[in-house]
């Protein structure tokens, strides 16, 4: 199993680019969810996501689009990139809730310049 | 929604000492903590969790404890080793029927000194 896995790896978008952020899991998990990691502020909740088809806000929603159409993918979308949005972007997944082991991908480090 | 709150934000021990991290959060309903452990430029991984009708659990150097009524739990560390070193996260997770989500705190960056 490859786990969690994350792409592009690193990113840079001019501001008002748009872009997506992919996430896929090979372990058949139902709950999947993205976070941004910045300095001093650790890991922030931007969507998430209990199964196919059923998607949900976190902390720190605006500005990103989610997506769930298979259970294996989770992307996010950015519409319109901003220079705040610079920052390390993780994905996570688990078995079926959130109450669960998070297993995360690598991260996908991005700047908006 | 829910709030975690971390401290200390850094920390810095002996070789060989303990360390203690300590989490409050904020909705009552909360029925799992999480602690992430992640390395530099490495992705957060679960070093150890309790759920809320527990009080304290240990796995060799770590233990972590739960007080319910206080709302807050904490990480404690003993006989630190240099690859102790990292970025530790609490979480609290929170279920209801229309919601599922874990809330991280803001992380503590421990320092082992040799």
């Known amino acids: 199993n490859a786990g969690v896995t994350q792409t592009p790896k690193f990113q840079v978008l001019k501001t008002g680019q748009s872009m997506t952020l992919q996430c896929a899991q090979d372990m058949n998990h139902e709950y999947m969810s993205w976070y941004r990691q910045d300095p001093g502020m650790g890991l922030r909740l931007i969507h998430y996501?209990?199964?196919?088809?059923?998607?949900d806000q976190g902390e720190v929603p605006n500005g990103y689009n989610v997506s769930r159409s298979t259970t294996e993918d989770f992307p996010l979308r950015l519409l319109s990139a901003a220079p705040s949005q610079t920052s390390v972007y993780f994905c996570?997944?688990?078995?079926?809730?959130?109450?669960?082991?998070?297993?995360f991908g690598p991260g996908t480090r991005l700047l908006v310049l | 929604g829910e709030n975690v709150e971390q401290h200390p934000s850094t920390l810095s021990v002996q070789e060989g000492d303990s360390a203690v991290i300590k989490c409050t959060y904020s909705d009552s309903a909360s029925n799992y903590f999480p602690w992430y452990k992640q390395e530099l430029g490495k992705r957060p991984q679960l070093i150890i969790d309790?759920?809320?009708?527990?009080g304290e659990k240990k796995d060799q150097r770590i233990a972590v404890t739960l007080n319910k009524t206080a709302k807050h739990f904490s990480l404690h560390i003993t006989e630190t080793q240099p690859e102790d070193s990292a970025v530790y996260f609490c979480a609290a997770s929170i279920e209801y029927s229309s919601a599922s989500k874990i809330i991280f705190g803001s992380g503590t960056r421990l320092s082992i000194r040799p």
């Open positions: 996570a997944s688990s078995y079926s809730a959130a109450r669960q082991t998070q297993y």
């Open positions: 309790i759920r809320s009708n527990v």
């Open positions: 996501s209990v199964g196919a088809g059923i998607t």
